[in-house]
């Protein structure tokens, strides 16, 4: 079945610092793959996406890139801002396979201080 | 545009009670999927409705159950309520069964006492 590896937290980063956080995934066809982020007492937004390979999804100076090679699709931010804390997750859809769900780790919750 | 929306916001239950959660789709969109997310864990699919049929079932009881209006609104369904019940419950709306592009609400949060 499919599944969803994430670094585990929490990460704790000053501001402006470098972020990446670690997604692999195992898929019986090919997914889409997304980043959601959750901040407290909220639901998920989604941040970036890519639905092939090579593939580059970027969104508020976030990025990840669909590696098909290494199966991963890792999260990473040049310059982190407070604005940025919050739990992060990593998901894959898989419709093409006959899997409606969404497929999440288990979140990576990160804390920026100033 | 209106997002995905849900009631209510909290919600209390003691063991054994029977709950009912309600969730409005993204203007647009035509199926529903419902997950349960426990504290400190990532979202678990429960099932999706689609033409106002479930579509798909992930790992969960019958006690889990759902359906879908003819305005693809949606309602979740849970009975005989246990404590391990006791989670954040997400609503998500996408354009057809086909789409892994998912829009989330911001959930219900259900304690069960």
């Known amino acids: 079945g499919n599944s969803v590896t994430q670094m585990e937290g929490p990460v704790t980063l000053s501001e402006e610092a470098f972020l990446t956080i670690n997604c692999t995934y195992t898929?019986?066809?090919?997914?889409?793959l997304f980043w959601y982020v959750q901040y407290p007492g909220e639901g998920l937004q989604l941040l970036l996406k890519?639905?092939?390979?090579?593939d580059k999804g970027s969104n508020k100076g976030f990025e990840a890139t669909y590696r098909k090679e290494t199966t991963s699709f890792h999260l990473e931010k040049g310059s982190v801002q407070v604005s940025d804390s919050a739990v992060y997750f990593c998901?894959?859809?898989?419709?093409?396979?006959?899997?409606?769900?969404?497929?999440f780790g288990k979140g990576t919750k990160l804390s920026v201080i100033p | 545009d209106a997002g995905v929306t849900q009631s209510p916001t909290h919600l209390i239950k003691t063991r054994g009670q029977q709950v009912t959660l309600r969730c409005s789709p993204k203007?647009?969109?035509?199926?529903v999927s419902w997950y349960q997310q426990a504290l400190g864990q990532g979202p678990q699919f429960i099932f999706q409705?689609?033409?106002?049929?479930?579509?798909q079932r992930g790992n969960f009881p019958d006690r889990f159950s759902g359906h879908q209006f003819p305005n693809y609104s949606s309602e979740l369904n849970v009975n005989a309520l246990l404590l391990g019940d006791s989670a954040l419950y997400l609503c998500?709306?996408?354009?057809?069964?086909?789409?892994?592009?998912?829009?989330f609400g911001p959930g219900t949060r259900l304690t069960v006492l």
């Open positions: 203007s647009g969109h035509d199926t």
């Open positions: 890519a639905t092939k390979a090579d």
């Open positions: 898929a019986t066809g090919y997914p889409s």
């Open positions: 998901a894959l859809g898989d419709s093409g396979a006959g899997s409606y769900q969404l497929t």
């Open positions: 998500a709306s996408s354009l057809g069964p086909y789409d892994n592009e998912q829009f």
């Open positions: 409705y689609y033409e106002e049929e479930e579509r």
